[in-house]
């Protein structure tokens, strides 16, 4: 592990144990100065000077925020924060910046526009809600009415201060989850994380990450990724040995991030951050889907979970037969927000895949192992999605269950294909280990679609084809008219 690695494992530890204290600050006022307090001091911390494009990037979003009308502050503000990463990678190509400090700069950018998105779709919600109001004061059914709740409203009267706050909060800070601003405030306003089971989820939690920290130093010290990358790997080692050698350093990845993930998850378990009813139905990164404020009257009586933080469902990815279905479970509360924020707003529904993709890309960074990656996962899932109708979903028992293990297989192998080129980053990197192995990845893709695509047509022609025998069995059956009345005479 790097030095950069240490201190921010230490970090991360020492944001899990604070979480003790924050959680029993009687003071609302008192818990959410600590909690900002500390958020500032681990920045500082691991990004040393750096931590100024931090503040940096904040004070613009937040004045974008605040200061442009909310039919457009949510444009102003994503074009602010997205169009400071460049300025941030530019500067970290010429002189260097740590590698988390990179995360802190793309957390704080999805949370300051985030906020900046959730206050125009509530405005919209009140515009809305007036208009409803004056077309027919006499006739409004009450129940047709747009829900309008307190939250819109105090999004439209947020303050510098709160977004910082919320922003520079400790939880999460480092490598998120990202939540939503109501995730924040409810955390002071409302009385789960008294009653949540705070302890034991954290305890949960970190035996999965010392598990997930074991595998890595495991996989790391037998499979280095700097080794696919020295001459000896490429001159010395075999096709089949460069080939498979994806499986490995792929794994040791996800075991890092893994770890990583969950141990951030235990800073939010620890602190009661995150925590609501089941009664609630909460989501990741979302937050509850269902009306929740009434339940804070018997706060005691509710079983209580951390799905809202919860931003990798490790057990699924691992376990699900397909890429499709592993893209769903991985680094979900991220892409909760491209779903609200680009996916759903994006104004041609043609192209908002792509767009949604890209902006994924550009948030990951600037390399070419972000486009390689991230912009080749619609590819293989075009190409999975064909074969699961032309081989897979009309299939059952055991024939269905070796066709979704020889699925799993696949699926792993296009993660850890399209993983190299994310881990590699450099096109040099890439180009050389991609043709080491004759681009057989993209080379049998093409060729499984192309497969596809005929298997596709000759099956859809086969069904036109028994539709129009059938068809014309049906007319032959049928009596003629004339035929009918001679008989009948």
């Known amino acids: 592990m790097s030095i950069d690695d240490v201190i921010y494992v230490i970090c991360l530890l020492a944001c899990i144990g604070a979480g003790s204290y924050v959680r029993k600050i009687a003071d609302e006022g008192q818990r959410k100065l600590v909690s900002t307090a500390l958020g500032v001091i681990v920045v500082v911390i691991v990004s040393g000077l750096h931590s100024l494009h931090c503040f940096a990037s904040l004070a613009l979003g937040t004045a974008a925020v605040l200061l442009v009308h909310p039919s457009k502050g949510h444009l102003v503000t994503f074009v602010v924060m997205f169009g400071y990463l460049v300025f941030f990678r530019m500067f970290d190509f010429y002189l260097g910046i740590p590698g988390h400090t990179n995360m802190i700069q793309m957390i704080l950018t999805l949370k300051v526009s985030g906020v900046a998105f959730e206050k125009t779709a509530a405005w919209k919600r009140l515009q809305a809600r ?56 409810d955390y002071f306003e409302m009385p789960f994380k008294t009653h949540a089971p705070s302890v034991e989820a954290t305890l949960e939690k970190l035996k999965y990450a010392v598990f997930y920290c074991a595998l890595y130093l495991t996989t790391n010290y037998f499979w280095p990724l700097d080794y696919a990358l020295s001459d000896e790997f490429f001159n010395d080692r075999s096709f089949v040995y460069r080939l498979l050698y994806v499986w490995p350093t792929f794994f040791t990845f996800r075991a890092r991030i893994y770890t990583g993930l969950t141990l951030s998850e235990c800073v939010c378990t620890m602190a009661g951050f995150g925590a609501y009813p089941d009664e609630s139905d909460p989501n990741n990164g979302e937050g509850p889907r269902k009306r929740y404020q009434h339940l804070k009257r018997d706060a005691d009586k509710h079983h209580y979970n951390f799905t809202t933080i919860v931003n990798t469902r490790v057990l699924e990815v691992e376990r699900c037969w397909t890429f499709r279905e592993g893209m769903k479970h991985w680094n979900v509360c991220v892409q909760y927000w491209l779903a609200v924020n680009v996916y759903k707003l994006f104004p041609s529904k043609k192209y908002r895949t792509g767009a949604t993709l890209l902006c994924s890309a550009y948030w990951h960074g600037f390399r070419p192992g972000h486009y390689f990656c991230i912009m080749g996962a619609p590819f293989y899932v075009s ?17 269905r ?89």
């Open 130 to 185: 007036e208009e409803q109001k004056k077309n027919d004061q006499r006739d409004v059914n009450q129940e047709s009415l747009i829900e309008i709740t307190d939250y819109d409203e105090e999004l439209q009267t947020l303050t510098a201060a709160e977004i910082v706050h919320y922003s520079f909060n400790y939880i999460g800070v480092l490598t998120g989850p990202y939540y939503r601003y109501r995730t924040y405030r």
């Open 383 to 399: 190409l999975e999605d064909m074969w699961d109708k032309l081989v897979r979903k009309n299939e059952s028992g055991t024939r």
């Open 401 to 489: 269950r070796v066709i979704d293990v020889l699925f799993w297989i696949f699926k792993w192998f296009a993660f850890s294909y399209l993983g190299e080129a994310f881990l590699l980053s450099s096109f040099g990197n890439i180009w050389r280990f991609y043709s080491s192995v004759y681009h057989i990845g993209y080379i049998s893709w093409a060729a499984m679609i192309a497969l596809g695509l005929y298997l596709t047509s000759q099956r859809k022609a086969a069904e036109r084809k028994k539709n129009r025998e059938v068809e014309k069995a049906a007319a032959g059956d049928k009596p003629d008219g004339n035929a009918q009345k001679e008989k009948a005479q």
